[in-house]
């Protein structure tokens, strides 16, 4: 992991575009999209449906590949115990959440100051214990702070400027974790398959998602999420796809299948 050239570094060199006027990761645009509907976290029918629905095999995929790593039992009481997390980009927690309960000391990241304040009042409802804070990746990783475990799921294809999002990740991966701090994302691949099932069908066909949720040419193929990680010294060790079953009604991994949306995880490169 390069500690070398921070993310301040970077973001104080790189040109500021439309989209993001400080010349950092935040998108105004798509922050103004996430706070209109930051009510909805929390109703499985509203916005976040499909996120509700995906969630539990998304938690079951870092509880499993974390113990396994870590050398926890993850069907024993609070695996995650002692483990630090950081949740980039946690929206409405859901994720933040049932992680915590299961032992991880929680930070929940957003830029979204709305989507912050939902999460916090619903953990504080739910009795769970989790530190949200109102800031963005590369804030975060200038202050210092490092975790065992970082997480950024759904976030990428939403950010301003990649490079200095991936990198700003690699950076809060704590060098001092063993056996290696561990870096999880989740995304939709591009391909014309991705724009059939994930922009016309979640968003025009089924209307899950509001249009304008996802934009094609935001989406990344998992070899561009290679090639961001590799200057920083990480790798990504698992790979997954993650299918829909319209018969089901429900997602699954599929190792197979990574032209829609998949997940992975990295850690430091051996
Ligand atoms: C699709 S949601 C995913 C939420 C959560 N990770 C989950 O999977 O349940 C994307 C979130 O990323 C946040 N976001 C977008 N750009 C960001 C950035 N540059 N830094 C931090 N958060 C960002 C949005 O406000 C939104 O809450
Ligand atoms: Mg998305």
């Known amino acids: 992991m390069s500690t070398t050239s921070t993310a301040s570094t970077i973001s104080r060199s790189t040109a500021p575009s439309a989209a993001s006027p ?3 990761t935040v998108d ?9 509907i930051a009510a909805e976290w929390w109703d499985p029918r ?12 998304r938690i079951a995929y870092i509880r499993d590949a974390v113990c396994a790593r870590f050398g926890r039992d993850p069907n024993g009481p609070l695996p995650l115990k ?30 979204a100051g709305r989507n912050v304040a939902v999460a916090a009042l619903h953990a504080e409802q739910s009795g769970v214990d989790v530190d949200y804070r109102h800031t963005t990746a590369e804030d975060l990783a200038a202050s210092g ?3 065992d475990v970082v997480l950024a799921l759904e976030v990428v294809e939403h950010v ?20 290696g701090a561990m870096l999880f994302l989740a995304t939709i691949n591009r391909t014309p398959k991705a724009f059939a099932l994930a922009i016309v069908g979640a968003e025009y066909v ?31 060790r698992d790979i997954t796809g993650v299918v829909y079953n319209p018969l089901r009604d429900e997602f699954s991994l599929n190792r197979r299948d990574l032209d829609t ?4 995880w990295a850690a430091g490169t051996e």
């Not at 509203?46 to 095999?57: C, Q, S, T, V």
């Not at 949306?261 to 992975?264: E, G, K």
Request: glycine letters at 14%.
């Open 46 to 57: 509203g916005k976040f449906k499909p996120l509700h629905k995906y969630n539990p095999i």
């Open 145 to 147: 702070e490092r975790f």
């Open 206 to 236: 089924l209307r899950w998602l509001p249009r304008g949720t996802h934009d094609w040419r935001k989406f990344l193929k998992p070899s561009e999420l290679a090639a961001g990680f590799r200057p920083h010294g990480v790798t990504v």
């Open 82 to 111: 002692g483990l630090r997390f950081v949740d980039i980009g946690c929206g409405g927690g859901l994720l933040a959440e049932p992680l915590a309960r299961l032992g991880a000391e929680m930070v929940g990241i957003d830029a």
């Open 160 to 179: 301003a400027h990649v490079p200095l999002f991936l990198q700003s990740l690699t950076t809060l991966m704590n060098p001092g974790s063993e056996p």
């Open 22 to 24: 400080s010349g950092g």
């Open 261 to 264: 949306n998949y997940m992975l």
């Open 28 to 36: 105004a645009g798509e922050i103004a999209r996430f706070s209109a």
